[in-house]
């Protein structure tokens, strides 16, 4: 603070500095002699939360008037973040993940994910709203969202989510549905059709066959689909078959979109 030159090196002047908090009213709180220079310099310790500070100048028992109020808020409690979308567990279909949410306003945070080592810095709005958008990889993952607010106080969150989803769709289909038994062809062929979500054709899903044929012993295969998404089985038909009802299976798994199933009834005739 700066004192009038015209009362520097007076042995009997005091500076008074007032302190009030949050709804109450001013209070003195320490005395300081006036020394031979115009800037004093008063350390005292502030409290939590508001402090409107003032000051005085006396000498014996006159006192001045108070001196413009000057505010300091300290801030000492960490920001809190609270995401609002999407939820703590959920799936993501999308290769990244917006992550919505509240906390202080001004406050800065960064997403991490550990699993990519992917990361996103941005400052929360006026309101305390903030959005990221965030890499991530199949599977699950621990997403830690950090921020530090304009007090230098630090608050952190974690998000678990899951990339990919179960909504797989998978449609098996037969060469032949109806088959004479007396004169049936020499093979018969499932066809797979695996997308995903976004019904784009899925690569690399695993698709377990299975084919019940009256008269025959199970016969199954694995394959995997290809960059269509499809995967073909094909097996001869050797050996006696009889009349009656068979079905066709598939088991399809994704590392990311877990599994799904679909099959498809079959009618063998004489």
């Known amino acids: ?5 015209a009362i ?8 008074r500095i007032y302190l009030a908090l949050q709804g109450l009213e001013a209070a003195p709180i320490v005395d300081v002699a006036v020394g031979t220079t115009s800037r004093i310099v008063v350390p005292f310790q502030l409290t939590a939360g508001r402090n409107d500070i003032s000051a005085t100048l006396f000498r014996g028992d006159q006192e001045s008037e108070h001196s413009p109020i000057v505010t300091w808020i300290l801030d000492v409690e960490p920001p809190k973040i609270t995401i609002t979308s999407p939820k703590d567990g959920a799936s993501v279909d999308t290769p990244d993940a917006t992550i919505k949410g509240t906390t202080q ?8 994910n550990p699993a990519n080592n ?3 810095t941005t400052v929360a709005a006026r309101d305390g709203t903030f959005e990221l958008s965030l890499p991530l990889v199949p599977g699950g993952q621990e997403i830690v969202i950090g921020g530090t ?26 060469s032949l549905y109806q ?5 049936h062809p020499s093979s018969l062929q499932l066809t797979v059709l695996v997308t995903d979500p976004s019904r784009k054709p899925l690569a690399g899903a695993r698709a377990f066959f299975t084919l ?3 008269g025959l012993a199970p016969i199954s295969n694995e394959l995997f689909t290809g960059v269509d998404g499809r995967a073909i089985f094909t097996t001869p038909l050797v050996g006696r078959l009889s009349r009656g009802g068979g079905v066709g299976t598939v088991l399809v798994t994704h590392d990311v979109y877990g599994e799904s199933t679909d099959r498809v009834s079959l009618t063998f005739v004489k």
């Open 105 to 112: 306003a001004g406050t800065t945070l960064v997403a991490r």
């Open 118 to 120: 992917a990361s996103i």
């Open 8 to 15: 520097l090196g007076d042995p009997k002047a005091r500076v």
């Open 179 to 183: 088959i004479s038994v007396a004169h």
């Open 149 to 174: 607010d304009p007090a230098g106080n630090q608050g952190q969150t974690t998000l678990t989510l899951k990339q990919g989803s179960t909504d797989m769709r998978v449609q098996l289909r037969a």
């Open 212 to 214: 019940q044929i009256p």
């Open 1 to 5: 603070m700066s004192v009038p030159s």
